[in-house]
């Protein structure tokens, strides 16, 4: 299967501050990221849709001004959690399908801790 | 009611049962997932359906499109498949590119 690094793959932050996730996808084309946020115990909630060289596509209820997503690169997306609260404590997961095909694959996620 | 709904929630084995998660979905659908979530909470996936059967080792799905059903089997079990197991669906509307998700199955298989 393809390989998908994030980084960092933990990280505890101050609230107010923000946080940067890196999703890299490193042996194929990431035409299409999604990225994912899950509570515990909780299924993968859907944040948002980006398409190489195009403005994220939000789902309902996400703020596009706090969690920017720029996918600039057929192999880089990054996620910024800006001034981060505790609620956004999470694991972010990113998501990159190649869109020729429908096999989707998943970067190991990031475990965010606001403190 | 959801999509996608899986059975059971939860389930404990003893090493060496045979498996079967089920999968029940409501839409159309292109393709079907069944994905793997340990611990640690990474995701692998495992197959990617859109129709019959796969085998992949000790793992078999096979799918119903008529019956909007999938199963995933395990056989011989052993305690390093202790995860949760996630049922995903990809709509068959056009240009659909999003993945509907179960909420998971837990399987704990003690020793």
């Known amino acids: 299967g393809a390989v998908v690094s994030q980084h960092p793959s933990w990280v505890i932050c101050k609230s107010g501050t923000s946080v940067k996730i890196e999703c890299r996808s490193l042996?194929?084309?990431?035409?299409?990221m999604f990225w994912y946020r899950q509570f515990p115990k909780q299924s993968l909630m859907l944040m948002a849709t980006?398409?190489?060289?195009?403005?994220?596509?939000?789902e309902q209820g996400v703020e596009k001004d706090k969690f920017l997503i720029n996918h600039a690169s057929l192999t880089l997306s990054t996620l910024t959690v800006t001034s981060a609260h505790p609620e956004d404590s999470s694991f972010y997961i990113c998501?990159?399908?190649?869109?020729?095909?429908?096999?989707?694959?998943f970067g190991p996620g990031t475990r965010l801790t606001v403190t | 009611k959801n999509e996608v709904e899986q059975s059971p929630q939860n389930l404990t084995a003893q090493e060496g049962e045979f498996i079967t998660i089920n999968c029940s979905y409501s839409?159309?659908?292109?393709?079907l997932h069944w994905l793997q979530q340990h611990p640690g909470g990474g995701i692998v996936s495992l197959f990617m359906?859109?129709?019959g059967k796969k085998k992949h080792g000790r793992l078999i799905a096979t799918i119903n499109i008529q019956e909007k059903h999938s199963s995933l089997h395990i056989t011989a079990s052993h305690p390093r498949d202790s995860a949760v197991y996630i049922c995903?669906?990809?709509?068959?509307?056009?240009?659909?590119?999003?993945?509907?998700f179960g909420q998971g199955t837990r399987l704990t298989i003690n020793p």
């Open positions: 998501s990159p399908t190649s869109g020729a095909s429908y096999e989707q694959y």
């Open positions: 839409v159309g659908i292109s393709a």
């Open positions: 042996d194929f084309q990431a035409t299409t």
């Open positions: 995903a669906v990809r709509s068959k509307i056009q240009g659909a590119q999003k993945l509907v």
């Open positions: 980006s398409n190489e060289g195009s403005k994220a596509t939000y």
């Open positions: 359906l859109s129709s």
